[in-house]
């Protein structure tokens, strides 16, 4: 099994910045790629950003120029920093890992956290 413990959420005005990391472990081999999902109330989770394992990376449209995400690989960590947070940045925000092995594809979650975007 794999765990991923996200952290760096909290409450931040608009215009600022928060920096949100994600450290797997466990069985972190045959790790395809790695992301941020964030679900606001009462709507379905989206992607956010996604980094694969060649360091190629996709974003959302609502996020690009203001959200970077980024991978230590000798940390098993991975990172999303949030610039010019606006308040419908506003969600809990997972990480997400996906395995590719043998043709299919297998997601694991972490346990989410908040991001709230203020005045």
């Known amino acids: 099994q794999m765990q991923l413990v996200e952290s760096g959420g909290g409450l931040v005005q608009p215009g600022g910045s928060l920096r949100l990391s994600c450290i797997a472990s466990?069985?972190?081999?045959?790790?395809?790629?790695m992301g941020w999902y964030r679900q606001a109330p009462g709507k379905q989770r989206d992607l956010v950003a996604a980094?694969?394992?060649?360091?190629?990376?996709n974003y959302a449209d609502s996020v690009k120029g203001r959200f970077t995400i980024s991978r230590d690989a000798a940390k098993n960590t991975v990172y999303l920093q949030m610039n010019s947070l606006k308040p419908e940045d506003t969600a809990v925000y997972y990480c997400?890992?996906?395995?590719?092995?043998?043709?299919?594809?297998?997601?694991?979650w972490g346990q989410g956290t908040q991001v709230t975007v203020s005045s």
């Open positions: 980094i694969t394992s060649g360091g190629s990376t």
């Open positions: 466990g069985s972190i081999f045959s790790i395809n790629a």
């Open positions: 997400n890992a996906r395995k590719r092995i043998k043709g299919t594809s297998y997601d694991y």
